[in-house]
């Protein structure tokens, strides 16, 4: 019981989180962690994510964002396209992670999206602090927040899988 609800309340909104904050590391390491047998996709609508062609599939889209993401002219993730593709990414993991759960599908969306909300917002707000307090580049930031984005989705996973 303990564990149904940290999953429903801190992994599924992390994840989200995570996802405001990389539109594509959340999904990578959901595809990496179901691939693997720790999370049970098997003849359910989601079984697709469990599929090695889509871990890699998502591994390289979320390394392309990784390096997109440090170019002068990507967009802010606040700006209508990425905030949208985020948002609908939120809701694709809270959605895939619920039925591996065999939760409320409506519920694993609206706590993902809600985290890939506040992922969004909330990182940008402190990535932009962060380089003007630091008076650094902003490439050396979104590094750092690279890596919080990885450590923090294998986390939840971590704690949805036992």
Request: glycine share 14%.
């Amino acid at each position: 019981m303990v564990m149904a609800v940290l999953t429903w309340l801190i992994a599924i909104p992390l994840l989200g989180f995570v996802t405001g904050l990389r539109t594509f590391t959340a999904m990578m390491v959901l595809c990496w962690f179901a691939y693997r047998g720790h999370l049970p996709l098997d003849d359910t609508w989601a079984s697709w994510a469990g599929h090695l062609i889509t871990a890699i599939i998502f591994t390289v889209l979320a390394n392309g964002e990784y390096i997109g993401d440090k170019l002068p002219q990507t967009p802010n993730r606040t700006a209508p396209g990425p905030l949208i593709a985020r948002l609908v990414f939120g809701g694709l993991v809270g959605a895939i992670l619920a039925t591996g759960l065999d939760g409320s599908v409506v519920e694993g969306i609206l706590l993902g999206v809600g985290g890939a909300v506040l992922g969004a917002f909330g990182g940008y707000l402190v990535r932009r602090e962060l380089v003007y307090r630091f008076a650094c580049k902003d490439w050396h930031i979104a590094v750092a927040e690279d890596i919080l984005a990885v450590g923090c989705a294998v986390i939840a996973m971590g704690v949805v899988t036992g």
